[in-house]
């Protein structure tokens, strides 16, 4: 087919692609797309062929998107004319015209489900035609913030006025004029954050702040205003947030309201100005300079925000007003070590030299100056620096170059979030699959990617460390002598202390009394007291860097009460001071680890180790690592002591660079299982050579390690045990072993195992090496502690529960050789994808699930893995859907819960936006769980949890404050169980 010269002409959107994207799999890309034309109209397929025979760019763009983006080929695939409609559209009118008629169709919608379906058509068409315009590069980057801006104001505008009609039907709204039920009504929707500054990313939740007029103008008579706004607001996040067949609008956010995780979703004008006069912090401040009215009265949300801007726009530049500022900089200066930025796995929102790191630069000198330079208060990133750069608070330089490395970071931000619409801003982790993002973003190679994206990020990073360098009050160099010893009377110590940041300087100055008097076991040493008198100094000013300086000062404090020596310790730090803030996080956030110090100061020394802050270490590297630490053992106890320190040293380097931000905590939990895993293999193979001496060997002997649980699916944290079971096999017509002292087969074996775990678990000088559970064994504590191989296949094939099979999607053989680890192997798989009736699975799952609970409780949010809708329900999904799909679909198996969720939705056995779900529930417990696991050794309680502990989880849940990280776990748990229920219970 051949375009008519009246096609051409109308074809607008197609003839502006730019070169776009480039192939990773050029034939693959084409066979792909090719295919989808032989399952779609003929004249559909015949009209896009001839547009991008037309258009080369246009077919590259497409193919590209069935080669690199799940999420918009579906949406392709969906409907066919659409596309084409897009492809022939002037983009700008056609978003102008699906928004306006979008609207009419939500107005004249007959019931909720009518309006829903109208919002997710407009979001369907408008994602994919600001995809194609972002793709072939038809639109600015800027531009495209702006028109998803557009689209999400239009969403939450239509949704609520459509709400508010309804309750203006049953005479609980009575408006003025009935098309315009928001006008008067005193319900003010602000738009935060990107939104609120035109600014949205492709993938982004939108968030909102609902407020109401206590006085409610428009509420008929006998309606309370709380209750009615709160239900309003809760039908608005329903409208907008609720997934149907035709998906969803936006992912509503209402977490940004004072304290979320005890205030309703609707909040009165009057409580929200109380609170912010009495209690508003800094992070607030700075979220209110990108507050706009969206939705509802529009004249109540002006002056709302009349009324809140003296909070935000302090008229002097007052010490208070300063000191907010040093806040916020420190609670975004994560130790970050002195590497160069990584490209794998960098977070280009908020890793080094990313989007936040600009947005700081902009909004801190915002808060400073916006009081009595009102041309400051601006809402876009891009304008604020211009407006900086104009009034000579920034150069021209950084302005020019703070703005095109931030339309780079959101052009891969947008790129990363359009694979499969994920709020996502991390890149992958593994070189090969930079490279296929690198040719979507329309690299040629990784290579070329990673050098533009490294000058952006280290050039970001080099003026955001700059900011207020000038005026640092902890310069060593601008140090006044005082008399550190003087206590808290001393007038010239406490200024000298409030001038570094402490804000509490009475109790610093005692404690440093009482350093500097020596009264401590540890400077009874005089060598290591002259060495720690000299550096107190030093110590006070890398106190005084960690995020809450207090705080630094008495986990230091415990720190040297509880050391036995301490000269080592001092030496280190005296000589290595970047590490003094990093330690005081350590100390201050995880008792645990701060502990392990005061017992064995030299675990330490691996921080100052140049590998330290580089990639993680794999297995090989882990390998020669405990190899080299092993090389001269003089006996088997020392062997087991080192084998004890080098697994402690492991887990407090981990545990720190977790802390620190500089590994996520899929890499830490990894690298937990790798270390594991070495230190098993390690002791397999000296238990057996040390067995060996005394009772000789089997014939034909093979012995296998299967992990199973956390260390299984290489989901391990600081704490887990190590759930094995041990398999052996021998050579049945001869089975006594040759030693001295000789065993029969199933003997020899069961006394192995023994020796084995006392291996693990024998309590020397450094501790335990690991708690070792084997209850997964076939029969449990009523079967053999170890399994000869015959008998474990035919358990799981003929006796094991269904539980057991549950536990056996996990299972990963870690220590075998080739040939028994492959027989294994093909028990496992062939078990696992035998068929199996689906209802009767659910059913069995869901049982399980109801025992735990009642066994455990699933009431406590903070019970990460048991709690209703937590860590053991995903779990479960994940292994219910292996165990019933795996007979048709054996590409859905693997040990790790992510992959199986990524492997269903991959395969169609999982809708997307229930995989996403369980995909961003199962990535927030697990950062959450690593840090609490790490820190606290008994059960998590906020109440009694100390502030650097709940700033490290507020940081790692990506939460402005605990409330509302707290709001978030509620709120996932709740998501959570609902899929749940929904997939066990169609099948149960």
């Known amino acids: 087919m051949t375009l008519s010269a009246t096609d051409a002409d109308q074809i607008e959107l197609a003839g502006r692609f730019a070169a776009g994207p480039r192939l990773y799999a050029p034939e693959d890309a084409a066979r792909r797309l090719a295919g989808w034309f032989g399952d779609i109209d003929a004249a559909q397929a015949s009209a896009i062929t001839a547009i991008a025979e037309r258009f080369p760019n246009a077919e590259r763009l497409l193919q590209s998107i069935a080669e690199?983006?799940?999420y918009l080929f579906d949406l392709i695939r969906a409907d066919a004319a659409r596309l084409v409609?897009?492809?022939?559209?002037?983009?700008?009118?056609?978003?102008?015209?699906?928004?306006?008629?979008s609207s009419h169709a939500v107005a004249a919608a007959a019931s909720e489900t009518e309006a829903m379906q109208a919002l997710r058509r407009m979001k369907a068409e408008a994602a994919l035609l600001i995809a194609l315009c972002d793709i072939g590069d038809v639109w600015p980057v800027m531009r495209v913030t702006e028109a998803l801006t557009d689209l999400a104001v239009?969403?939450?505008?239509?949704?609520l006025r459509f709400l508010l009609r309804q309750e203006a039907a049953r005479g609980r709204l009575k408006p003025p004029c009935a098309d315009r039920p928001e006008e008067r009504s005193g319900m003010v929707v602000l738009a935060m954050g990107k939104m609120g500054a035109g600014e949205l990313n492709y993938s982004s939740d939108i968030d909102l702040i609902v407020f109401f007029d206590l006085a409610a103008p428009t509420v008929a008579p006998d309606i309370e205003p709380q209750p009615f706004f709160v239900r309003v607001t809760q039908g608005l996040a329903r409208l907008l947030n609720q997934r149907t067949a035709d998906g969803y609008v936006f992912r509503v956010d209402l977490r940004l309201r004072p304290d979320p995780a005890s205030t309703a979703v609707a909040i009165s004008t009057a409580s929200a100005l109380d609170y912010y006069e009495r209690e508003g912090r800094t992070w607030e401040r700075a979220a209110m300079i990108k507050a706009r009215p969206c939705a509802g009265d529009a004249a109540a949300g002006e002056a709302l925000l009349a009324d809140i801007a003296p909070?935000?726009?302090?008229?002097?530049?007052?010490?208070?007003?300063?000191?907010?500022?040093?806040?916020?900089?420190?609670?975004?200066?994560?130790?970050?070590?002195?590497?160069?930025?990584?490209v794998e796995g960098h977070n280009v929102k908020v890793g080094r030299g990313g989007i936040r790191e600009i947005e700081f630069f902009a909004q801190t000198q915002q808060l400073i100056a916006g009081g009595r330079h009102r041309e400051l208060r601006v809402r876009p990133t891009l304008a604020a620096l211009e407006i900086l750069a104009t009034s000579n608070w920034i150069t021209y330089q950084a302005r020019d170059e703070l703005t095109v490395a931030y339309q780079f970071l959101r052009r891969v931000e947008h790129r990363l979030q359009m694979i499969a619409d994920e709020q996502t801003h991390t890149?992958?982790?593994?070189?090969?699959?930079?490279?296929?993002?690198?040719?979507?973003?329309?690299?040629?190679?990784?290579?070329?990617?990673?050098?533009?994206?490294?000058?952006?990020?280290?050039?970001?990073?080099?003026?955001?460390?700059?900011?207020?360098e000038a005026g640092d009050p902890t310069d060593a160099t601008t140090l006044p002598p005082v008399d550190y010893g003087a206590g808290p009377d001393d007038q010239r110590l406490a200024e000298h202390l409030v001038a570094l940041g402490f804000k509490k300087p009475a109790m610093v100055a005692e404690t440093l009394r009482q350093w500097m008097a020596a009264e401590y076991r540890v400077l009874r040493v005089d060598s290591t007291r002259r060495a720690f008198l000299e550096f107190v100094p030093t110590l006070i000013v890398g106190l005084s860097r960690a995020e809450e300086p207090d705080n630094a000062v008495i986990a230091f404090d415990r720190l040297l009460q509880a050391l036995h020596r301490g000269g080592r310790l001092v030496s280190l730090l005296s000589q290595n001071k970047e590490l003094v803030a990093l330690v005081a996080l350590v100390l201050g956030a995880a008792p645990r680890l701060g502990d392990m110090v005061a017992r064995q100061?030299?675990?330490?020394?691996?921080?100052?180790?140049?590998?330290?802050?580089?990639?993680?270490?794999?297995?090989?590297?882990?390998?020669?690592?405990?190899?080299?630490?092993?090389?001269?053992?003089?006996?088997?106890?020392?062997?087991?002591?080192?084998?004890?320190?080098?697994?402690?040293?492991?887990?407090?380097?981990i545990g720190t660079r977790i802390l620190s931000g500089t590994v996520s905590t899929q890499q830490a939990s990894i690298a937990?299982?790798?270390?594991?895993?070495?230190?098993?293999?390690?002791?397999?193979?000296?238990?057996?050579?040390?067995?060996?001496?005394?009772?000789?060997?089997v014939k034909g002997q093979e012995t296998a390690i299967l992990a199973m649980g956390r260390l299984g699916s290489r989901e391990m944290t600081a704490s887990s045990d190590l759930d094995l079971i041990?398999?052996?096999?021998?050579?049945?017509?001869?089975?006594?072993?040759?030693?001295?002292?000789?065993?029969?087969?199933?003997?020899?074996?069961?006394?192995?195992?023994?020796?084995?775990?006392?291996?693990f678990t024998t309590r020397t000088n450094y501790g335990v090496l690991y708690d070792v559970d084997m209850r997964l064994r076939p029969s449990g504590r009523a079967g053999p502690v170890a399994s000869r191989l015959d008998s474990f296949a035919d358990y799981q094939q003929h006796e094991a529960w269904t539980w057991e099979h549950m536990a056996l999607t996990r299972a990963r053989v870690i220590s075998a050789s080739p040939a028994f680890r492959d027989k294994i192997e093909g028990i496992i798989r062939e078990v696992l994808t035998r068929p199996r009736d689906a209802a009767v699975i659910a059913n069995d799952v869901a049982e399980m699930r109801r025992a735990i609970a009642q066994e455990k409780g699933e009431d406590d949010i903070w019970d990460l893995k048991y709690a209703s809708g937590g860590l053991v329900d995903i779990d479960f999904i994940a292994q219910y859907l292996q165990l019933v799909h795996a007979a048709q679909h054996p590409d859905i198996l693997n040990v790790g819960t992510l992959q199986v969720l990524e492997n269903a939705a991959r395969l169609g056995l999982l809708p997307q936006s229930e995989a996403e779900v369980l995909r961003s529930a199962a990535r927030l417990y697990h950062d959450l769980t690593q840090i609490v696991r790490l820190c606290v050794s008994e059960k998590f309680v906020p109440a009694t949890a100390g502030e650097d502990l709940l700033r490290v989880l507020v940081r790692a849940g990506d939460a402005p404050d605990f409330s509302s990280l707290e709001a978030r776990v509620k709120e996932t748990q709740a998501e959570v169980r609902a899929v749940f229920l929904k997939l066990l219970q169609g099948q149960g």
């Open 68 to 70: 690199a983006s799940p």
């Open 601 to 653: 100061p030299q675990i330490m020394d691996g921080l100052i180790d140049p590998r330290f802050f580089g990639a993680m270490p794999d297995q090989r590297e882990l390998s020669m690592r405990l190899q080299a630490t092993l090389a001269d053992a003089g006996s088997y106890e020392e062997f087991l002591d080192r084998l004890r320190m080098f697994g402690q040293e492991s887990l407090f380097l």
């Open 311 to 342: 909070f935000v726009w302090r008229k002097h530049l007052d010490f208070a007003a300063l000191a907010d500022v040093h806040d916020m900089k420190r609670q975004m200066q994560t130790f970050r070590g002195q590497t160069a930025i990584a």
């Open 427 to 468: 890149l992958p982790e593994d070189v090969a699959a930079v490279e296929r993002f690198a040719r979507f973003l329309g690299f040629d190679s990784r290579a070329a990617f990673a050098e533009q994206l490294l000058f952006h990020l280290n050039c970001v990073q080099g003026h955001y460390s700059k900011l207020f």
């Open 672 to 697: 937990f299982a790798d270390v594991a895993e070495g230190i098993v293999a390690t002791v397999h193979g000296l238990v057996s050579d040390q067995f060996a001496m005394q009772y000789g060997r």
């Open 154 to 159: 239009a969403s939450v505008q239509c949704a």
């Open 726 to 759: 041990l398999i052996y096999d021998f050579d049945a017509d001869e089975p006594d072993s040759d030693g001295a002292r000789s065993l029969h087969g199933t003997q020899y074996f069961a006394r192995f195992t023994q020796r084995l775990i006392s291996a």
């Open 85 to 101: 409609r897009l492809l022939r559209c002037d983009p700008d009118r056609r978003l102008a015209e699906l928004i306006e008629s």
